[in-house]
Nanobody, 126 residues
Framework: QVQLVQSGGGLVQAGDSLRLSCATSGRTSITYAMGWFRQAPGKEREFVAAINWSGGDTGYVDSVKGRFTISRDNPKNAVYLQMNSLKPEDTAVYYC???????????????????WGQGTQVTVSS
């Protein structure tokens, strides 16, 4: 079993930056692929970014490429989402997710993940 606890988020203005953190505990997390998703009101949960177990492979949704960066610190059992140049359309509840890593890659679908964080609100005002 893996527990995910998120921190960060909040209310910012367009153009500002935020960093989300996701701390993992329980069974060793070093072999877990991690992802970040977001869900705006009335919309489905959307893939944002993902990273494989080593941190050597990452993927992003097109709308955040060049603005968001996913990273991980395995000795600290943490994964991060650095969000720069935030836009009002980035407003959503953000979730981190984890799954056991097979094959060394990362995963884009919510159904690929087993464990989820509690969610954290990010609101970007114009």
């Amino acid at each position: 079993q893996v527990q995910l606890v998120q921190s960060g988020g909040g209310l910012v203005q367009a153009g500002d930056s935020l960093r989300l953190s996701c701390a993992t505990s329980g069974r060793t997390s070093i072999t877990y692929a991690m992802g970040w998703f977001r869900q705006a009101p009335g919309k489905e949960r959307e893939f944002v970014a993902a990273i494989n177990w080593s941190g050597g492979d990452t993927g992003y949704v097109d709308s955040v490429k060049g603005r968001f960066t996913i990273s991980r610190d395995n000795p600290k059992n943490a994964v991060y989402l650095q969000m720069n140049s935030l836009k009002p359309e980035d407003t959503a509840v953000y979730y981190c997710a984890a799954r056991q890593n097979y094959g060394g890659g990362y995963y884009r679908r919510p159904s690929d993940y087993v464990y989820w964080g509690q969610g954290t609100q990010v609101t970007v005002s114009s």
